[in-house]
């Protein structure tokens, strides 16, 4: 069993700064790909940021150039999100995810992945 637990998010003014993290943990050996997401009230849950054991990573359009996706390069048991530039549209709830698929991409998380509770994300204007 692979548990998630999120933390780091809160309550920012319109340009301000958060790092979320991602503490992993149990039996990890087949985790190869590891995501944020991030659901609005009312809206569809949307991918965030994703990267793969192998160091590779892919952003969703709105979070290029201002978000940052990395692993604690040691035992990659830490997940990060660095945000900056925030805006009130990132205010959401953004989750934590794993998986053991082989292709690292937004598509391939389902029910059966692995997911955090989640840590909210309010950006104020």
């Known amino acids: 069993q692979v548990r998630l637990v999120e933390s780091g998010g809160g309550s920012v003014q319109s340009g301000g700064s958060l790092r979320l993290s991602c503490a992993i943990s149990g039996y990890t050996d087949n985790i190869y790909c590891m995501a944020w997401f991030r659901q609005a009230p009312g809206k569809e849950r949307e991918g965030v940021a994703a990267i793969d054991s192998d160091g590779d990573f892919i952003y969703a359009d709105f979070a290029q150039d201002r978000f940052t996706i990395s692993q604690d390069n040691a035992n990659k048991k830490t997940l990060y999100l660095q945000m900056r530039g925030l805006k009130p549209e990132d205010t959401a709830m953004y989750y934590c995810?794993?998986?053991?698929?082989?292709?690292?991409?937004?598509?391939?998380?389902?029910?059966?992945?692995?997911w955090g509770q989640g840590t909210q994300v309010t950006v104020s204007s």
């Open positions: 995810a794993a998986d053991i698929s082989r292709v690292c991409a937004y598509s391939v998380f389902r029910a059966t992945s692995y």
